[in-house]
Protein backbone atom coordinates (compact mmCIF):
# COMPACT_ATOMS: atom_id res chain seq x y z
CA UNK A 1 0.00 0.00 0.00
CA UNK A 2 2.71 2.52 0.56
CA UNK A 3 3.76 2.05 -3.00
CA UNK A 4 0.43 3.30 -3.55
CA UNK A 5 0.88 6.49 -1.78
CA UNK A 6 4.30 7.25 -3.23
CA UNK A 7 2.62 6.95 -6.65
CA UNK A 8 -0.45 8.70 -5.83
CA UNK A 9 1.64 12.02 -4.37
CA UNK A 10 3.52 11.88 -7.37
CA UNK A 11 0.58 12.15 -9.82
CA UNK A 12 -0.49 14.76 -7.35
CA UNK A 13 2.50 16.54 -7.63
CA UNK A 14 3.19 16.69 -11.12
CA UNK A 15 -0.38 17.99 -11.27
CA UNK A 16 0.17 21.19 -8.54
CA UNK A 17 3.33 21.91 -10.53
CA UNK A 18 1.19 22.33 -13.67
CA UNK A 19 -1.43 24.38 -11.84
CA UNK A 20 1.41 26.75 -10.66
CA UNK A 21 3.23 27.38 -14.43
CA UNK A 22 -0.02 28.28 -15.52
CA UNK A 23 -0.78 30.71 -12.53
CA UNK A 24 2.28 31.85 -13.78
CA UNK A 25 1.48 32.49 -17.27
CA UNK A 26 -1.81 34.09 -16.09
CA UNK A 27 0.42 36.62 -14.24
CA UNK A 28 2.66 37.39 -16.97
CA UNK A 29 0.38 36.96 -20.15
CA UNK A 30 -2.34 38.41 -18.76
CA UNK A 31 -3.78 40.11 -21.60
CA UNK A 32 -2.92 37.08 -24.03
CA UNK A 33 -4.54 34.69 -22.68
CA UNK A 34 -6.76 36.56 -20.72
CA UNK A 35 -9.82 34.89 -23.01
CA UNK A 36 -8.59 31.44 -22.96
CA UNK A 37 -9.91 29.05 -20.49
CA UNK A 38 -7.12 27.22 -18.50
CA UNK A 39 -7.77 23.54 -17.13
CA UNK A 40 -7.09 23.36 -13.09
CA UNK A 41 -6.76 20.55 -11.24
CA UNK A 42 -8.43 20.03 -7.74
CA UNK A 43 -6.27 17.58 -6.06
CA UNK A 44 -7.22 15.01 -2.57
CA UNK A 45 -10.73 17.28 -2.35
CA UNK A 46 -13.25 15.90 0.25
CA UNK A 47 -16.80 15.14 -0.65
CA UNK A 48 -19.86 14.67 1.20
CA UNK A 49 -23.16 13.61 0.46
CA UNK A 50 -25.44 14.14 3.54
CA UNK A 51 -28.30 12.75 2.34
CA UNK A 52 -26.74 9.42 1.88
CA UNK A 53 -24.57 9.33 4.89
CA UNK A 54 -21.51 9.44 2.75
CA UNK A 55 -18.00 10.80 3.10
CA UNK A 56 -14.47 10.19 1.33
CA UNK A 57 -11.85 11.70 -0.56
CA UNK A 58 -11.64 12.43 -4.90
CA UNK A 59 -7.97 12.46 -5.74
CA UNK A 60 -8.04 14.60 -8.84
CA UNK A 61 -10.57 16.58 -10.62
CA UNK A 62 -9.64 18.50 -13.87
CA UNK A 63 -11.58 21.91 -14.26
CA UNK A 64 -11.68 23.72 -17.26
CA UNK A 65 -14.04 23.78 -20.58
CA UNK A 66 -15.04 20.54 -19.21
CA UNK A 67 -15.07 18.64 -15.96
CA UNK A 68 -13.40 15.51 -15.28
CA UNK A 69 -12.72 13.05 -12.62
CA UNK A 70 -9.99 10.96 -11.76
CA UNK A 71 -8.90 8.03 -9.22
CA UNK A 72 -5.46 6.33 -9.24
CA UNK A 73 -5.49 3.15 -8.48
CA UNK A 74 -2.15 0.71 -7.99
CA UNK A 75 -2.21 -2.80 -8.83
CA UNK A 76 0.04 -5.60 -9.74
CA UNK A 77 0.62 -7.25 -12.54
CA UNK A 78 -1.76 -9.71 -12.25
CA UNK A 79 -4.64 -7.69 -12.28
CA UNK A 80 -3.25 -4.90 -14.62
CA UNK A 81 -3.99 -7.73 -17.12
CA UNK A 82 -7.37 -8.96 -16.42
CA UNK A 83 -8.05 -5.25 -16.86
CA UNK A 84 -5.66 -4.62 -20.06
CA UNK A 85 -3.97 -7.72 -21.21
CA UNK A 86 -5.16 -10.32 -23.32
CA UNK A 87 -6.87 -12.36 -20.81
CA UNK A 88 -9.38 -10.05 -19.65
CA UNK A 89 -11.99 -10.54 -16.92
CA UNK A 90 -15.53 -10.61 -18.90
CA UNK A 91 -17.33 -10.49 -15.21
CA UNK A 92 -15.22 -7.94 -12.95
CA UNK A 93 -16.37 -6.41 -10.43
CA UNK A 94 -17.58 -3.04 -9.92
CA UNK A 95 -16.77 -1.60 -6.45
CA UNK A 96 -13.90 0.62 -8.32
CA UNK A 97 -16.59 1.84 -10.29
CA UNK A 98 -18.84 2.60 -7.74
CA UNK A 99 -16.73 4.37 -6.12
CA UNK A 100 -15.97 6.69 -8.62
CA UNK A 101 -19.34 7.18 -9.49
CA UNK A 102 -20.20 8.48 -5.71
CA UNK A 103 -17.42 10.56 -6.08
CA UNK A 104 -18.71 11.98 -9.58
CA UNK A 105 -22.44 12.54 -8.21
CA UNK A 106 -20.59 14.63 -5.42
CA UNK A 107 -18.71 16.24 -7.96
CA UNK A 108 -21.68 17.08 -9.90
CA UNK A 109 -23.47 18.83 -7.06
CA UNK A 110 -20.01 20.84 -6.32
CA UNK A 111 -19.29 22.03 -9.84
CA UNK A 112 -22.80 21.89 -11.75
CA UNK A 113 -21.39 19.69 -13.99
CA UNK A 114 -19.46 16.37 -14.89
CA UNK A 115 -18.07 14.86 -18.53
CA UNK A 116 -16.07 12.28 -17.95
CA UNK A 117 -14.87 9.68 -15.32
CA UNK A 118 -11.64 7.86 -15.66
CA UNK A 119 -10.09 5.32 -13.68
CA UNK A 120 -6.03 5.35 -14.14
CA UNK A 121 -4.21 2.58 -13.31
CA UNK A 122 -0.79 2.01 -12.19
CA UNK A 123 1.32 -1.32 -12.46
CA UNK A 124 3.25 -1.35 -9.22
CA UNK A 125 5.75 -4.25 -11.52
CA UNK A 126 6.62 -2.58 -14.71
CA UNK A 127 5.22 0.71 -14.26
CA UNK A 128 2.95 1.05 -16.69
CA UNK A 129 -0.21 3.10 -16.94
CA UNK A 130 -3.29 2.73 -18.69
CA UNK A 131 -6.84 4.18 -17.94
CA UNK A 132 -10.71 3.14 -18.33
CA UNK A 133 -13.37 5.70 -19.07
CA UNK A 134 -16.67 5.21 -16.83
CA UNK A 135 -19.54 5.86 -18.21
CA UNK A 136 -21.68 9.33 -15.99
CA UNK A 137 -24.57 7.14 -15.37
CA UNK A 138 -22.08 5.25 -12.89
CA UNK A 139 -23.54 8.51 -10.27
CA UNK A 140 -27.21 7.24 -10.94
CA UNK A 141 -25.89 3.60 -10.02
CA UNK A 142 -23.59 4.88 -6.99
CA UNK A 143 -26.70 6.77 -5.50
CA UNK A 144 -28.96 3.99 -5.61
CA UNK A 145 -26.44 2.06 -4.13
CA UNK A 146 -26.04 3.68 -0.81
CA UNK A 147 -29.66 4.52 -0.98
CA UNK A 148 -30.59 0.88 -0.73
CA UNK A 149 -28.05 0.57 2.10
CA UNK A 150 -29.26 3.08 4.14
CA UNK A 151 -33.06 1.81 3.73
CA UNK A 152 -31.55 -1.53 5.06
CA UNK A 153 -29.72 0.07 7.78
CA UNK A 154 -33.05 1.47 9.07
CA UNK A 155 -34.19 -1.75 9.63
CA UNK A 156 -31.17 -2.87 11.95
CA UNK A 157 -27.15 -4.60 11.41
CA UNK A 158 -28.23 -6.42 8.27
CA UNK A 159 -26.76 -9.65 7.45
CA UNK A 160 -23.81 -10.16 6.15
CA UNK A 161 -23.87 -10.75 1.95
CA UNK A 162 -20.73 -11.47 -0.11
CA UNK A 163 -20.02 -9.46 -2.78
CA UNK A 164 -21.44 -6.63 -1.62
CA UNK A 165 -19.01 -3.92 -1.31
CA UNK A 166 -16.69 -3.52 0.89
CA UNK A 167 -17.68 -7.28 1.94
CA UNK A 168 -15.31 -9.05 -1.26
CA UNK A 169 -13.01 -11.52 -0.21
CA UNK A 170 -10.08 -9.62 -0.54
CA UNK A 171 -10.98 -7.23 1.62
CA UNK A 172 -12.06 -9.62 4.55
CA UNK A 173 -8.31 -10.85 4.46
CA UNK A 174 -7.31 -7.17 5.33
CA UNK A 175 -9.81 -6.46 7.38
CA UNK A 176 -9.15 -6.61 11.42
CA UNK A 177 -12.52 -7.31 12.52
CA UNK A 178 -12.48 -10.45 10.69
CA UNK A 179 -12.90 -12.50 13.91
CA UNK A 180 -15.62 -10.11 15.26
CA UNK A 181 -18.10 -10.15 11.76
CA UNK A 182 -17.85 -14.45 11.13
CA UNK A 183 -18.80 -14.13 7.50
CA UNK A 184 -20.14 -17.41 5.93
CA UNK A 185 -17.56 -19.48 4.56
CA UNK A 186 -14.59 -18.28 5.41
CA UNK A 187 -11.88 -19.48 7.30
CA UNK A 188 -10.50 -17.59 10.33
CA UNK A 189 -7.40 -16.03 10.01
Same mark, same amino acid.
Given at each position: ?????? %? $??? #? @?????? +????????? &??????????????????????????????????????????????????????????????????? %? $??? #? @?????? +????????? &???????????????????????????????????????????????????????????????????CKPPNRKKR
Open positions: MRLGTV %I $HED #L @QNALVY +YNNINNKEL &LTKEKEIKNKQKEKFHIEGNIEIEELNVRGHYDCVSEGDNVYLFDFKTIANWSYSKKFGHNKDFDPS %I $HQE #L @QLGTYG +YAIKEKFGR &LDGMYLVYYNKDNSMMNSTSIPTSYTSRAFNFWYNINEEHKKGLPDFKQGVSPVQDWNCSYCPYLDH
